[in-house]
């Protein structure tokens, strides 16, 4: 397994404003996938972040939107953009390991007023 | 695509007693992972257990254990001895080992409450 931090846990935050997600693994990864869990909703994968390259999106989600970045293979961040009460939600990374599985971190719930 | 379907939206056990959650899934796949992730209120996502499809063995983890039938496409979770640290949303999730990206597809989940 791994260990996963996110920064920040939280945050509330003005429409039309951004704020930067960073995730941090404890060991070096391949794969890193960003997730969004609306409220009392399941998880949808927004991307697919691996070093080196541009990030894989899934429909509906937008580069303009969530940036992603991922510079080595132990950390990544993802923009939320000019963002509306739409985008209120917890977000998600994961790290994939040699075995088809993913470990989560703890999430930050972003509220936006 | 691959979809997977949980039916209960919330279940509830007494604590000591035993829980089974149901998971369906639809692919044409032959190989792939199954899993279910448990997120209590503090929202982490914890994997609970994983199943390869080349296994015919149903996979064990201390209580938790799973009754998969590829034929049917199922995939259950059963608890044993429940336990209130066991409350909380259970996700049933697939992968697929051909796609080479690792990704997961989530059920909506099922909602666990247990009663002392």
């Known amino acids: 397994s791994a260990v996963i931090s996110q920064k920040p846990s939280r945050d509330i935050c003005q429409r039309g404003t951004s704020l930067t997600i960073q995730c941090q693994v404890d060991s070096q990864v391949t794969m890193m996938f960003w997730y969004r869990q609306q409220p009392g909703q399941s998880l949808t994968l927004i991307a697919t972040a691996n070093q080196g390259s541009e990030a894989t999106y899934e429909s509906g989600f937008v580069i303009d939107k969530f940036p992603i970045s991922r510079p080595n293979l132990t950390f990544s961040t993802l923009t939320v953009s000019n963002m509306s009460p739409e985008d209120s939600s917890i977000y998600l990374c994961?790290?994939?390991?040699?075995?088809?599985?993913?470990?989560f971190g703890p999430g930050t719930r972003l509220t936006v007023t | 695509a691959q979809t997977v379907t949980q039916s209960q939206p919330e279940m509830s056990v007494q604590e000591a007693e035993t829980v089974t959650l149901s998971c369906t899934y639809d692919?044409?796949?032959?190989?792939?992972?199954l899993f279910w992730y448990k997120q209590p209120p503090s929202r982490q996502m914890i994997l609970v257990i994983r199943?390869?499809?080349?296994?015919?063995q149903n996979a064990t983890e201390n209580r938790f254990s799973v009754n998969f039938q590829k034929a049917a496409k199922s995939f259950s979770l059963k608890i044993s001895d429940s336990q209130l640290g066991d409350a909380a949303m259970y996700f049933c999730?697939?992968?697929?080992?051909?796609?080479?990206?690792?990704?997961?597809?989530f059920g909506k989940g099922t909602k666990l409450s247990v009663i002392p």
């Open positions: 692919t044409s796949e032959s190989d792939y992972y």
């Open positions: 994961s790290v994939g390991t040699g075995v088809y599985e993913q470990y």
């Open positions: 999730a697939y992968s697929w080992s051909g796609a080479g990206s690792y990704q997961l597809t």
């Open positions: 199943q390869e499809a080349y296994k015919q």
